[in-house]
């Protein structure tokens, strides 16, 4: 049960699932979710509209999975981390919530290896060192409860965050 940090696109891993840092209505977005509904194509986006009619979206700190569509990884995994506001709004909290229902939708698929973006940390403002903080003490603290999963990567777009990753998980 491994955690690593690779600086690429999330988009080309091939893992079981993906992480898609998206938002709560489910319908795509900019960035990491842009580019996951863009590669991945219409599949993901019918998915989630389905998922969206049942339940409403996806709220904060929650994790819904889909199919991977054209993705190289058989799932896509939405996860819906807090826009910061400060840090008086229970992020920190919403944020480890997201990355740990993300670890429990892939345990309850049986799935072996998983890939994370860095949530929150682009247009909703996360602070970057707190947000690799959290995401790799949410993710040590959930692998117990699944037994499953091999492999945790951590997927860096930029050369900051991964980094930062580099530097703690070596």
């Known amino acids: 049960m491994g955690m690593q940090v690779v600086h690429g696109d999330i988009t080309r891993m091939e893992v079981d ?35 969206r009619d049942s339940q409403g979206g996806c709220p904060t700190g929650d994790a819904v999975i889909t199919t991977g569509g054209l993705l190289p990884a058989p799932y896509v995994i939405h996860a819906v981390g807090p826009v910061w506001r ?24 049986g799935l072996r290896t998983i ?18 903080d959290i995401a790799i003490a949410a993710v040590r603290d959930s692998l117990p409860q699944a037994p499953s999963i091999e492999q945790v990567t951590f997927v860096c777009f930029d050369d900051e965050n991964y980094q930062l990753y580099r530097a703690r998980l070596l």
């Open 17 to 51: 699932a993906i992480v898609n840092a998206a938002n709560s209505g489910l319908l795509g977005g900019g960035g990491v979710d842009g580019a996951i509904h863009g590669a991945g194509g219409p599949a993901i986006m019918e998915a989630c509209r389905a998922i």
């Open 86 to 109: 400060g840090g008086g709004d229970n992020e920190e909290e919403l944020l480890a919530s997201a990355y740990r229902n993300s670890i429990r939708r892939a345990a309850e698929k």
């Open 115 to 132: 890939a994370f973006p860095n949530i929150s940390t682009g247009i909703y403002g996360f602070p970057r060192e707190r947000a690799v």
